[in-house]
């Protein structure tokens, strides 16, 4: 055999050495590349993690309930509320915050959050409304509960949700749920070898799944952070990023989280996140109100939360909640005797509505935070609070109202009726402060869990008649100089045709039903088509667009004659703000309409108050309102006079001749509402505004009224008040037949009537009339 040269041999032993050197150095830059790979991996992860906790710990709250004279405390509920809070009745006067006590003459309430260690808040009553507030024994014009917590900004479309801090959580609650799920939470470090251990055996011995070996932080971060795929390599960084977040963040935190972000079954078609909202959605309870049996149901759910679900499957929630409850009392958390009491708890299943209040509220929230505020400006800080402007008893009574219409109209009209829930017929209500446009309830649809879609905010709609107070106030305010009518001048109403980019456009009347010569002010009242189209006319088509838009009307117009009959789609909120200027003097809202304020936990805030814009003069917005009174006093909305005939109500029905749309805006000067009927389809419903959406803006608006009564509308500089003849709108004289009381912008009043009376009075007339000239 011949032998390798040894030229080569020396080459060969030299590549293995240069090899065995490389391998040698390669090896630490592996290490360290690996170790940076694996630093970025768990910066980003992290990351990903605080965002996300940042996220859920900033609470969206609604305003708190308001304590002012006249407030009734049955009408808002104020014991419930005070219950939701945490509250606790007292026979003898509150000691402690967080303690209210009742009589037949007043209240005493013990503020949670108060100015002092003992803030106390007194309600003196008549029968059951506030006629004095004081604070600490001095008398305020105002105080306030501490806000409810709605939902987080974590929060997603579509879910029952309800966060809950856990100084909130009551801690039979906290032992179910660790001893279901990791009763060593407190002593590992995000691992636990023990309980993977006793898991692996209890279910050998089972055959089959009777615990998990996850811990409490690693079901967090598989909720949060990783797919749910199971495979080893997800547990691998499942059980490392456990280990990462425990070094991180304390243990309360951890478990507030993974309590308020537990997947917990089913309810109304929405998934039930978080054992504030299963509280609700479940037990039709607070969480700080449950009892030990109630908490080991909702303890045993996470293991299989729709087969161990008590609405679903109450069975098999017994038997899971006994076991549940067997562990407490092996692991010394709860003795024999409250065992065998909770053992012997029935499950009782209340309700089968959202537990979540105001969830279309809610969702507008976000899109307003998305909005006004960066991506990153709220997210990345744990523990904001967004204070929004939802009143949770006007709330609740816009939920009422619009079930109840809705199922009314039903019941009276078999053909609206439809057999799948995504046909049947739909309304929104959309209620508002009107001084500052702030919105105090949102109703978008008549069941969220059937449809998350915002009708009261997305949803855009042909308004119809209810646009023609737009037509009438440019008509009768001064854009230019003198306003081109008054409320007494006369218009005809009677069929017209006009054309409209070469073809003839004639706009009938409701049940082509026509007046001949009327006043502006019965054109409106009575929502009159051809006189609403003469009245544009008269005052310009541009001007009706540009009224609409100074007072907020943003969707698309065009200066068509259709303008006057509301041909041009809108939202119920854009409708909303727009009436506002009417009712409050003159002002158009701006800014966002949910959000008050952001606070951070340093204490800054972010305050979202801006004042309306001057569009119209007080005298302005006053006449419009008379015009608007005269619609519910003797016009097509004369149904709200039940509400009593003092009350001060304005508003204006809407109706579009297709029948698809049904509409009523209406305010008092406190509390502006619009509703909306119809089908999603826009098939015609054929109902009119008086019909259909009418009765259930009566209904909120009898209970709001009751809860919060309303002043009456104060009648600004600027406005004379004389008597008309209703003949002709002139001026009246002693002769003159019909006499009205009517409303002017000072200056604009009609000349003296001269077609009734004698020679005397003419002359009288125009002596008057000659001074009035020199006057000048």
Known sequence: MSRAPRSAVRHTEGVGTWSRAAVVALVPAAVIAVAVLLATHSAVELARFERAEAQRSTYVVAAGQPLTAGVDVRAVDLATTLGRLGYVETRGMPGAPGQFRRSAGAWEIALRRGRQPIDRVRLELRGTRVTRVLRNGQPVADAALEAEVLTSVSDRPGEEYRPVRLADMPIVLLRAFLAAEDHRFFEHAGLDVRGVVRAAWANTRAGRVTQGGSTITQQLVKNRLLSPQRTFARKVREAWLATLIEWRYPKEVLLESYLNEVYLGQRSGLAVRGVGAAARAYFGKEAHQLTLGEAAVLAGMPRAPNSYSPAANPARARERRDWVLGRMRDLGWIGDADHRAALAERIVVRGGGHGQRAPYFTDHVRQELERELDEGGLGDVRGATVETTLDPALQRFADAAVSRGLERLEARHRGLRRSTPAARLQAALVAIDPRDGRVKAMVGGRDYGESQFNRATLARRQPGSAFKPFVFAAAVTARRGTPPLTAASIVTDAPITLAVKGEAWSPRNYEDRYEGRVTVRRALEASLNAATVQVAQIAGLDTVLGIARALGIESPLEPVPAIALGSFEVTPLELARAYAAFANGGGRPHGPATVRTVKLPDGTAAAFDDEPDRVLSPAEAYLMTSLLAGVVRSGTAAEART???????????????????????????????????????????????????LPIWIDFMRQALDAYPAPAFDVPAGITMTDVDATNGKRATRHCPVVVRETFLTGTEPPLCDEHGGVVDQVRDWWQRFRDWMRR
């Open 643 to 693: 509400l009593g005939a003092n009350a001060p109500i304005a508003g204006k029905t809407g109706t579009t001749n297709d029948g698809r749309d049904a509409w009523f805006v209406g305010y008092t000067p406190t509390l502006l509402a619009a509703v909306w009927v119809g089908f999603d389809t826009r098939e015609a419903h054929g109902l009119s505004g008086s019909a259909a959406a």
